[in-house]
């Protein structure tokens, strides 16, 4: 692709607007995480333009998300006793996401089911929403669990502060009705902060203002957790694990408007690298940010020159209105923060709960529940595991539907062979039985594959196992084919294999399940096994004569 002056006018407008939308989001964020302001914006420019650079979007703009603002609430509340020790435990947090996408492992975030992220990411708009009451009133905002924030309303609302809540309550309600023509040259949460701060010094003087003073950024003197390092690092992980799931599931949203394709793996790099440079400069750490990222392709972004570009735009503009920064209100940032939070829950599945199928709703309101009650980590664990067990019990079903298993009539079973009498044979007497197993066969279904089939395969003289239409069948599936075949001669029922050379080569042969089966009863044909069926039959005819 030739990269020429047309493209570098639209990549540097790209980068100016999602710049104007970072700044905003990158204040309101910092104030959510406890390491202020500040720490949103300096967060911002490292990891916007290390990801832009060494990430694997082309147009994904990374800077503060709500994800990570609040993972770094519960980090600074329950590992870290200051804000220095909860910079280390984030650079050691980019550091692990670098080694994810070093290890390629960024691909297995596109694995996570839909009911867990929404349930996630539902979970952190409710925890937005309700961290927010508190700087509605006017009172100091609490980190960590909403539970300690609640507990605190009732005081709050005994001692408001007017000023406050009035231009809260004016920022959000301007920021909820920011009129759709006015999008296209002012994003929303820009224009609700410009508007809001305006009506601040204008009508609500009296409300709390930013306190942080903003200066060139400076290493800090890293001190480790009490925890020590092995302690940093297992807080460390969820903040890694969190930004990883953040930033790929943006980076897919924004391929999914482009019809480009990111590399997760090198993705994890830039933004891994990205979080331990903010680190090191007090910054907060960041992932995809949705806003910014739709902005930028919004404004017509051609390659990550525009997210440099943003980056580079976002440090000139905290720069030359460091000073404006300063003056705005908190309760600024707590009408937009209201408003970022009931938009970042899962309107459309909560609505249509009815007709969602029963097991994705209980996996989305489990994995929302963890999230705002007890632990983000805890609740993509959880909400991994149960749509898991859930989408086994879904395999399961399907999995049995594949199979057959039917007894065949001996006159119905030999009439079309030349080599057997059927005559010799009772009309009513079944005892060869077919089991033809088509599709693929997991865990999922293994244990109720054994259960409906065992008793089939004991009540005949000979069993067909029919791999023939069979895909692939794992070491649990395996297993249980052993055990049925184990179940068929303790029983003096011959088995035949069909098919085996069509199975991809899997566990039935690695395993050696089939070691018992002879090896003259492994035929590619149904005709073969008929043949071997009937002269298994014959002999135990002969055999019960002589008897």
């Known amino acids: 692709m030739n990269y020429d002056s047309g493209r570098l006018r639209a990549d540097l407008g790209a980068g100016l607007v999602s710049a104007i939308v970072v700044l905003p989001l990158a204040l309101a964020f910092g104030v959510v995480s406890g390491l202020g302001p500040i720490a949103g914006l300096w967060g911002a420019v490292a990891v916007g333009f290390i990801a832009a650079v060494l990430g694997g ?24 006793d200051t804000p220095v020790e909860a910079l280390v435990i984030i650079f050691i947090a980019g550091v692990l996401q670098a ?25 952190i708009g409710v ?7 508190l700087p509605f009133f006017g009172a100091d905002p609490i980190l960590g669990n909403p539970i300690d924030s609640i507990r605190h309303w009732d005081d709050a609302a005994s001692d408001m502060d007017f000023h406050a809540f009035g231009l809260a309550v004016t920022t959000f309600v301007i920021c909820a009705g920011w009129p759709r023509q006015l999008r296209r040259y002012v994003p929303r949460v820009p224009g609700a902060l410009v508007v809001g701060a305006i009506v601040g010094a204008v009508v609500f003087d009296g409300a709390p203002r930013i306190a942080d003073v903003v200066e060139a950024p400076s ?55 990205g979080n331990a440079v903010a680190a090191m400069f007090g910054g907060l750490p960041g992932a995809g940010s949705p806003s910014a990222t739709l902005a930028n392709v919004r404004a017509g972004a051609q ?73 983000l980590l805890v609740a993509i664990a959880a909400g991994v595991v149960a749509a898991a067990l859930a989408a086994s019990r879904r395999f399961e079903r399907l999995e049995l539907d594949s199979v057959l298993s039917v007894p065949m009539l001996d006159a119905v079973f030999f009439a079309d062979s030349d080599r057997v009498d059927i005559s010799q044979f009772d009309a009513f007497t079944a005892r060869v039985g077919m089991v033809k197993m088509r599709g693929s066969f997991t865990i999922a279904s293994s244990n109720r594959l054994r259960i409906a089939i065992s008793k089939d395969i004991v009540e005949h003289e000979v069993v067909i196992l029919d791999f023939t239409e069979t895909s692939y069948v794992d070491d649990s599936a395996a297993l249980v084919v052993e055990q049925l075949i184990d179940a068929a001669m303790e029983h003096d029922t011959e088995c035949i294999v ?27 044909s149904f005709d073969e096994a008929r043949t071997i069926a009937a002269r298994l039959l014959e002999i135990n005819m002969e055999s019960r004569t002589e008897a």
Do not use: C, K
Request: without cysteine; negative net charge.
């Open 99 to 123: 080694l994810m996408g070093l290890l390629r492992l960024g691909s297995l975030v596109q694995y996570t089911p839909y009911s867990v992220t929404s349930g996630f990411i539902s979970g």
């Open 498 to 524: 069909i098919g085996l050379e069509n199975l991809p080569s899997g566990s039935l042969q690695s395993l050696d399940v089939l070691h018992r089966v002879p090896g003259d009863h492994f035929v590619g």
């Open 127 to 133: 925890m937005l929403v309700l961290l927010q009451v």
């Open 57 to 80: 979007s082309r147009v994904q703009i990374s800077a503060a998300t709500a994800p990570m603002a609040i993972a770094v609430s519960f980090v600074l509340v329950r590992y870290a």
């Open 219 to 273: 290493f800090w003197a890293m001190e480790m957790p009490a925890g020590g390092f092995w302690g940093a690092v297992g807080a460390a992980v969820t903040i890694a694990l969190i930004g990883a799931m953040n930033s790929l599931m943006n980076a897919s949203h924004a391929d999914s408007m482009t019809g480009q394709q990111h590399d997760p793996n090198r993705e994890m790099i830039g933004v891994g690298l």
């Open 303 to 375: 390659t990550r020159v525009a997210g440099a570009a943003s980056a580079v735009i976002a440090l000139v503009l905290i720069i030359v209105l460091s000073g404006l920064i300063d003056a705005i209100p908190y309760a600024v940032l707590a009408g937009i923060l209201l408003w970022l939070g009931l938009s970042l829950i899962d309107w459309r599945l909560i609505t249509h709960l009815y007709r969602v199928q029963p097991e994705h709703v209980l996996v989305m309101l489990l994995t929302l529940g963890l999230t705002v009650f007890v632990d």
